[in-house]
């Protein structure tokens, strides 16, 4: 995602391009920052506008926040989309892989937003119960391509595994990247899956 | 836990039995409603006190809160503590009943708890993580009883059951309770945790 930060000069832009250019710059800023971290004054001074014409845009912080958490969620089914051309298993190796790398770049903004900060706000966690509902129901659709069984016990058993992938990735980022190499838990949480989708 | 709320009319207590006889209103209510809708109002009245005085024994709304989420915390760890009579297999799933039944029982408060109410506060963030902790340390001590590795892999697939556990439980409390038996939902956690730990 290219963003216009290097413009030196304010440019005339559509209201939808405007928002569109402030979100990208803070869905940016986020990779290294906590949520709480995301100063509208310097999002605004890097897109090259006041304060004051970002509240133009966004009807407050708040509102700016939910616009950036919800570019970040719709950013990371994106990049774990699955590539419909792998088999099955492949797919979703190289899904879980994107995941880890995704928030491994995204450190910062993304154990913010997993650990609380966007929890606060009911509309933030609308956000993220969708988003792992929309990750389940895509790993449902591709046990269904490996044959397995699609009962609510495999499903539920799909969202536990999302609920694992999540937390052992949190831990692992929040201080074990030392211990445990990238393959390893890529491995861990692979096999995970295969032992307990069958389980159902 | 027995509440005094029989009690006619107001009665001398310590201010530390105040605060607790307060505390456990509070918990009780908590098992049919969400934190949110705890009354300051109901707790005084149902303490034969006034909505004042409670407030001279909590600085705020939110510090009852708090202490009330803590109370939760502490109770969710008695409850599903592993009974040291039995064989270490045993001690784990009749932790894992426990635990189910514990926030069947508490569904309301269980589900407001893990939803978010108490995680817009970093305090009572600081409360889950460390219960999760806990809950996580007693199941890898109970795996070192069961002659299983203790590596950082080991105890990364232990955090990840923990959440496989909670989601699983969260989605069927929410909404599959029909589908799913409490014997299924006890068998799907319970086999996920044979398969995912020897995974390290």
């Given at each position: 995602m290219s963003v216009t930060r290097a413009t030196p000069k304010r440019r005339r832009m559509s209201p939808a391009d405007r928002r569109e250019q402030l979100i990208a710059i803070g869905l940016e800023m986020l990779a290294r920052r906590t949520l709480d971290e995301l100063s509208v004054e310097e999002i605004a001074a890097a897109g090259g506008i006041s304060r004051g014409l970002l509240f133009h845009y966004f009807d407050s912080k708040t509102d700016f926040h939910r616009a950036v958490v919800a570019a970040a969620a719709a950013q990371l089914i994106e990049v774990t989309?699955?590539?419909?051309?792998?088999?099955p298993a492949e797919q979703l190796t190289t899904s879980v892989a994107a995941f880890v790398d995704h928030i491994t770049a995204n450190r910062a903004g993304y154990l913010s937003l997993v650990r609380g900060a966007a929890s606060g706000d009911a509309e933030m966690r609308e956000v993220f119960d969708r988003t792992r509902a929309r990750l389940a129901q895509r790993v449902v659709d591709n046990a269904a391509a490996l044959g397995l069984a699609l009962d609510v016990s495999t499903q539920l058993a799909v969202r536990g595994w999302i609920a694992f992938v999540e937390e052992v990735s949190v831990v692992w980022l929040s201080g074990h990247r030392d211990d445990v190499s990238r393959e390893d838990l890529l491995g861990l949480v692979g096999d995970a899956f295969l032992r307990l989708i069958p389980l159902a």
């Open positions: 989309e699955p590539d419909p051309s792998l088999p």
